[in-house]
Each structure stands twice: as C-alpha cells, then as structure tokens.
C-alpha cells in the first residue's frame, strides 16, 4: 500500500455565506441518503454558523461529518460577533475552514492569526482545514512556491505533532470561484512542494479552486492531491456526490 492510499481521502464543501433553512434542507435530503460514498472519502459540510445545529440535526449518524467555516482565536468573553471552537465542538463541528483566502482578503487575516486559530480549533478538539494559495500576479512573477511557504511557515512553526493533526486545502486564489482550474500538474507540483515543506508524509492537503465533476477525477488522479475542498458546486447536490464519487 503507497503513502497515499494511507491519506483517507476527503471532500469538503465549503457553502461560504449561502443558504437558507429550506435550500439546506432540500440540498441535504438528496446528499446525506448516499453513506455508500463515505467508505473510502470523509465528506464534510462546512456552512454558515446559524446553520450548523440545522445540520447537526440533519446528519446525525449518517456519517457525514459537520465543520464550520471560521473560528476565534480567543476562547471566551468580550469578543462581539465571534464564535469559539468550544461553541463549534457544542453544536456538532469536528472541522472548521481556516485562514480561507476570503478571510485573509477582506478580513486582514495574516497568517500569524491563522495559526492562532489552528491551536484555538485543536484546542478545542476541532481539526482545522488550513488554506494556503498563491494570487495571480504572484504565479505570473514566478513567486507562487515562495508565498505558500510564507503563509505555511507559521504553521510549520508549530512543530510536527500540530502539522500531523491538521489538513492543507492549497487554493490558488486565481482559481476560486473564477472558472479558472489549476491544471491538475500545477497542482500537483505545488501539493509536492507543501508536503515537502511540511516535512510530513501524512498530512492530507486538498485542492481548491473551481473544482467540479468534469476535473475532479484528473486532480484526485495526482499522488499528493488528497481531496478537495469545494465551493460553488458544493451548493449543487447532484454535482457535489458527482465530486464525491470521483
Ligand atoms: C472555496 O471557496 O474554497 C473554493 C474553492 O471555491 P470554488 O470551488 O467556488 O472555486
């Protein structure tokens, strides 16, 4: 068996800031009836805070699993408008998106913070799900490889037994929600370029970026593409198990 049928594969959909409780309600009657898929794939629903006791509610036992798509650094008290992984771990989350690029985009986020919330989501029994990825002007300057390691070196800073126990989701900014695909070899030299950086044969990394049914096969076909964390077509059931099921 290779190193990488030991990295269970995974599939997380990232909903960002959509839904309502009727549109959650008919995506999750059609998704959470297929538990065939979850054999050889952990699939994950990350959605909006106010839904996740909606989904909790929704997925208990079929092995689905819940996480969510930010978490504080901080772990109580005088923070308005922020939400602790305890509070994720209360209402059913095992996982949260950290550090998404939206995040470091239009809320400042650097990557410092974004380790900080690696320690509060394990902390708090959380797996955090790190996303890294380079924008355009820096693939076009040659400078992709060097951001990446600048945004994973605090992470990396956290010492090996903290780099085992979360996943990468590498999502070149240019790619999420453009249309625009990393073609599955420029994936897999920067996945081979993270997991060498990282120091770490087992780490998980997903890729991010426009995946859907029609290229999620090609890229999952890469030996250090592990998964893929999904946005837009995560909000389509059909196409979402399509995903899965590649
Ligand atoms: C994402 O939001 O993490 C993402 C990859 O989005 P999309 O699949 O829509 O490009």
């Known amino acids: ?112 913070q974004v380790a900080a919330k690696v320690l509060a989501a394990l902390g708090a029994g959380l797996t955090p799900i790190v996303c890294v990825g380079e924008q355009l002007a820096d693939r076009q300057a040659g400078q992709a490889v060097c951001v990446v390691h600048d945004q994973l070196d605090p992470i990396k800073a956290l010492g090996a037994q903290i780099v085992e126990r979360v996943v990468l989701a590498y999502e070149p900014v240019w790619a999420i929600g453009t249309g625009l695909t990393a073609t599955p070899q420029q994936a897999q030299d920067m996945h081979a370029q993270i997991r060498a950086f990282m120091g770490s044969d087992v780490v998980r990394i997903l890729y991010g970026g426009s995946v859907k049914a029609d290229n999620a096969a090609e890229l999952f076909a890469m030996p250090d593409i592990d998964g893929a964390l999904v946005g837009g077509a995560s909000l389509d059931a059909q196409e979402f198990l399509r995903i899965v099921a590649a």
Request: hydrophobic share 40%; aromatic share 6%; proline share 3%.
């Open 1 to 112: 068996m290779g190193v990488h049928s030991l990295r269970k594969r995974m599939v997380a959909g990232n909903w960002k800031m959509n839904g309502s409780l009727q549109s959650n309600r008919q995506l999750l009657d059609v998704v959470l009836p297929q538990t065939q898929l979850l054999s050889e794939c952990d699939v994950l629903l990350c959605a909006p805070f106010v839904y996740l006791p909606q989904l909790q509610q929704a997925m208990e036992g079929t092995g689905f699993a819940l996480g969510a798509q930010d978490v504080s650094v901080h772990a109580k008290g005088a923070y308005t408008g922020e939400v602790s992984g305890a509070m994720l771990a209360d209402v059913g989350c095992r996982w949260v998106i950290v550090g998404h690029s939206e995040r470091r985009q239009y809320h400042q986020e650097s990557s410092a």
